[in-house]
């Protein structure tokens, strides 16, 4: 089911990145993937829709990084796993353990995986996962929150709070941890201790704005080092003008050019997987969310495959 | 916090039909409330955010109804008793055990309650606390959907079988059942066969159009009857023309004149609460589905205070 | 600067019906023209912006007629006389002076008028020039709301009384006015007093929905019978679902076929001038409503210019 | 790649109503095809997004008919068969001769086809391909325009001319095709005299609404016969309250329960293929009419393969 | 009618930052009031409902400035004082007094006021009411105009000349005002002749662009210096891919971080008071605008009850 | 047909810039005029909708540059001439050549011209009349992509290629021609061989960010030179979140200030014509994108006028 590159992108049915279906025993590198559950989140949900549409607008991604002449598509065999089948929707835990068994068999059949959320809950099983025997790994987080909260509304887990779960579980290393784009209101003075205690760099969007991009990437380079490590894109990074589409926006965010720039400078990083979560198309008018959000995904296909960084 | 009725609608802080916020203790017949859950809805949620987009386009309605001279809030002392403070949002029969709660509260004030959804599965809660000591009430179901169906995807309780479990529980007298308006395809061939087989009177959106909406009334008046009743509304009983700002819509609906005057027709039952369900805003680029949803309440307001049949 | 017919109708400046632009001085019979004014609105306001959008969606409306095989613009002159310049915006008086002066300017140059709104404030204005000398004129008034209520908010002149001004100083005569698909809940029980005082016939949306479209034209011709009338068309009578971009809507109205026929169902009356009011763009996410209305305005083009009652 | 139906509904890659992806050789009933081709329009384009969109949609869909306990997917073997792959988009005639060889090479594996546009000129190749050795074809045809007309704009072949195209080559049979809702101004008098003059049944909108739906179905049975005959469905039908996204809208349509009422009507015909077109997301804020399409093209579904007249 | 801060913050009914509704004699320090009024608009209407959707999206806002760490709701008594009520708005003279009179009495009551418009108009007669027995104020104005033109349409009030008005009254002295952000093009070349004979401290968007935010900011702490100021925020001043729903918008403006941190700036200025006007929610698809005025008024919260510079 | 400037922007007529609408023979300097075609598109067609909503969003620009204090509207006597009649459209190089036709005939009329896309195909055939007798002219080329591509989908021309076919042709110097704000994924690596094999000045948009908007047009002047030249401006140059109505939008890009910014800085240039190009407004849910390229089209204005160099 490819969809010949020279026929125009409005054609054919949407896979990501217009990349053949996988079927299991079929060899490949790299698995995108979709993880349509919005169980977790605070405020709107919505994002259960994200893989869809982000598979939807991905068509329009062409071959080669015009800014690097890296071509992902030549230099790793990529293709569409299809999505999470969440059995157990209902059930915040339950919905973590399909998400975690997936990605344990995706990981088994020796696939590096590009996940699509869904919210930012499910990066944790996601982590438990790609992690596994080879703990803790490093993060870049580019995210407008730090997401290491406390438990919230009597549940332990939820879209705020996974890489608290992840440093505990030692599935990260907090000292190899940077989360960049950090900003809004705080429920808490201290609501994200944790990231300050345990030990990891928070690099607030007023730093980001300050050091600008290319100050950011050597900062993220720097404390994340050579060793394996995952990165994890929330859109809402984001500014909600360039990205409305997602459920708990923050005014005051990174541009699009800013976080295209941002994720092609971790190019040369030890990447052993990643994803792009909150992406909630109900409130994407434009589908300009689902359009960068595809674009984000290119440059971290670009990042995992071995491309070097630009300049 | 009264709004004074003279003044432009669109000014002050919205309630429910600018109706003076309830405190406790204080003396009122109806209290309308809302509860914004939707973590049991089968595709898009949305409808936690239902209630203060209702309250929104409340602020529009009137005092007297055009077509029966009839004016609830004199009739009655009608308040606005703010939302159910769901704790646990994360887990859904906790979800609905804070919901109950909150419905045998107000209910133990002496109030009736018109609620405000979120997702259908609230209706269950709510009917254990209404139906409380005097069950089996009689239901005037209106819905594109039974919602008496199978567990699903490993929950018991979901929006899809409020119905099901309120029938299995005695609080509702399935004889004394009518579901009108139902139509969509369906996942089995008999997806509703708890409506068939415990005797509920489904009434599909064929045979409403082929009767027209005075029969319909006079078929959902014959088989309640003149005993207790409750009166659920999901506004996907309407057509998504009409009404988009839902999440599970189906084609070929009520219009809205139909699903006025089949509301309005109800006048005279035995009404002991009723609910509106299934609201979703961030589909409703219009505001016509809240809108048109401060209207149906209206009309229930009407019914639940003694209007006189029209006509 | 007339728009070859041939020509693929999204192409060249705007004009109603791509109608030429009248300058003073040249023989016409009809002028379309816009009043391009708000200020008497009590609630969303933006119908200023009606007659531009309106013009726009105007370009997709033919020639002929299918029901009738009536061609409007064979049977007459008809020509765009650009919009009232309103000059005194700010005040309702001095803008609706401005109104009635372009009316008397137009009409002293041998012109009929189709006007597009605007609140519906604006045809008081409208009037008062167009039954100088042969008042009082018969009614033809489609609409949500009987719009002769009382001062509001310390003013005379608002969108919701015209017509009560209109009879009071004898433009129109309420026994020859017939205002049709009224509903909506009231603030006062006896809101429109003064059209059951004056013996205006006010045939509510539930009376339409008895008699059919068919009786309701019956109904319409009886009360205004042969002598000159004018027609009054607010786009609020049409059900939000199908004309949503408008001030103040009202659920439960006429579908646009029933609007179509209605006003189809006039031909034949003596209609000295008219209009249509109250489209609001700024609520018209598909521009349905523009484009209903430029539908509507063909018909009454057909009804001005001697089309022949359908069947 | 078939999605388990028990899955929720928003899961996994979106194709025509969830059906497998089918492959050249694999034996099947039906393939619902996407025809990606808006050039032939003559005001808004965009239907080349149609079929994307609705596969989209489509996964709303479920597997009964309510109204007749039909399965179409039990009943035969149906699959996605991809899009047309047309290579030549800039040329209408290459284009043409894009989706005729596509539909001969279907119809050469055995496939019935159920088509999803593109603009209207695509059901001129595809009729060339289906009614190869079996013309005339009856036609039933359900739509605001005969699309019968002159040629335009320099073209022979444009979306308001394939079906006197059709009976120009024989592929249709006039006497035995039945045109239904058609409405609109007109660009000339006897704009779709070749539909009079050829012996086509026109059924006005007008003359629908006079019938009711009963009466409009058992004349198209009439017109129509026992014969093999084709169902060609354009989504502007409807009235654009219900179906907004398409590039030539009308008002004045049918309702959304009319449409699936007249289709469903139609049970019992000798269908040898069909198609939906016109679906132009683009003016779709509220993806009804992907939706509504969706759940037409089950209702087609369910004709082709052997369902029984309701009632 | 407190919303307790650990809810979702969807819950309940939307008051200004979930605050508690004041009721007269209660003692406070700051007062968030609505003021819903656009009668003074030259293009489009709708900030009227600016308001209320305001509150809605202000729940969103939590309790600390992660960038200070400061907490206005601690530091002051902050409530929601509701909207001023208009009771004469067809009438600007009259609609300024209504506002004026509201603001004395809040004066009165010893609150401070931050205040949502509404149309910029309304700054004038809150400054007669903010400014009584302290004037001159400074001003910081931020916005894309002036707002210190000629008499306009016939009126000296409207939302082009606030400022002018209150220079000549006395109650702002133009030589501690600073107007930031002003772009677009204009009718006379020296529209704001006012400001620049009055001595007014203009600074363009492109001085804004080579000064950087710091050096505005610099200026602005220059301009105004420790005596009792004023601030009020145009949303227009931000560009409008970040703030579409406005009346006026002019390309070119600040980013939303670039107003975040230019307000902020302002942090140990000497202010009384101050407001945030035109947003208009009928142009504001995403609610982005609505959300970025919550967070500018959370900035103002901040400067407005001690907060001290950042950095 | 003149629009006083007085009068509130909102009334009358929609005429770029609300200029009087040119009849052949009278003098004017430059006209402007809409070429609305969009067969040429690779992806999302609609630009042909492009100049009628450009003019409508127009009439809110006024007279005086505010950052030069140029008045374009004295400097030239300047005219909306109409759109190009395609009388062909279904044939790209027919409609071509319907385009090349009427503007060789404005070109004869002694009228300089400012064009309003369309799709950017369109820039060829005006390039073939403009350069006419003067070839070939510098090129300033504002765009995110190079549009110098190889043929496609069978097409020499479409618009992704017209610069290709404009050197080839002799129209342009590529020496003499800058490509200012490229970026986006690529099809094949050098797929923009054309641009860097004619010795095409590429600037990326990561170089426009790193030199500053000054940096870019200093680079630009020192391309271009004095040489008579022409100026093309792609709206997808600017970022969809600033520009979201386009048919090829990219992330990444221009800011609004960033564009205005640009174009002023050509001021000086010998600029013989100019187009703006590949606005569609059914992607432009605020509008923001027609009213950018009004400003963009004023700041053009200035530049062909005469203005002097800001700064």
Chains 1, 2, 3, 4, 5, 6 share one sequence.
């Not at 490819?2 to 996988?22: D, H």
């Not at 969440?86 to 835990?93: H, K, M």
């Not at 979560?277 to 969310?289: L, M």
């Amino acid at each position: 089911m490819t969809n010949p590159p020279f026929l125009p992108r409005y054609m054919g049915i949407a896979t990501f990145m217009r990349m053949p279906v996988w079927q299991p025993g079929e060899a490949a590198d790299i698995a995108m993937v979709g993880v349509p559950f919005d169980g977790g989140v605070t405020n709107r949900p919505g994002a259960r829709h994200g893989p869809r549409e982000v598979r939807n607008h991905s068509s329009l991604i062409r071959r080669f990084s015009q800014a690097t002449g890296h071509n992902p598509f030549e230099a790793a065999r990529i293709v569409d796993a299809g999505d999470v089948h969440i059995e157990r929707p209902y059930n915040l835990t339950d919905a973590h353990g399909d998400i975690e068994a997936a990605f344990h068999a995706w990981r088994g059949a020796g696939l590096k995986t590009l996940a699509v959320g869904g919210d930012h809950s499910v990066s944790l099983p996601i982590l438990r996962a790609v992690a596994k025997d080879r703990a803790p790994l490093g993060l870049v987080h580019i995210d407008a929150h730090c997401d290491t909260g406390e438990d919230y509304a009597g549940s332990r887990f939820h879209h705020g709070a996974p890489f608290r779960r992840a440093a505990e579980e030692g599935l990260i290393d907090p000292k190899r941890t940077v989360q960049i784009g950090i900003r809004s209101t705080l429920s808490e003075l201290d609501q994200w201790k944790f990231s300050r205690t345990s030990g990891m760099r928070v690099m607030m969007i007023e730093e980001v704005y300050k050091r600008g991009i290319a100050g950011a990437i050597a900062e993220a380079r720097r404390v994340v080092g050579d060793k394996p490590c995952y990165i994890t894109f929330d859109i809402d990074s984001v500014d909600p003008a360039f990205a409305p589409g997602t459920g708990t926006p923050e005014i005051g965010g990174l541009t699009s050019l800013e976080a295209l720039l941002l994720v092609r400078g971790l190019s040369g990083l030890n990447v052993v997987s990643a994803d792009l979560v909150e992406v909630a198309p109900a409130y994407d008018p434009t589908n300009n969310t689902a359009f960068l959000a595809a674009n984000i995904l290119f440059e971290l296909l670009c990042v995992m495959t071995g491309q070097r960084p630009p300049g």
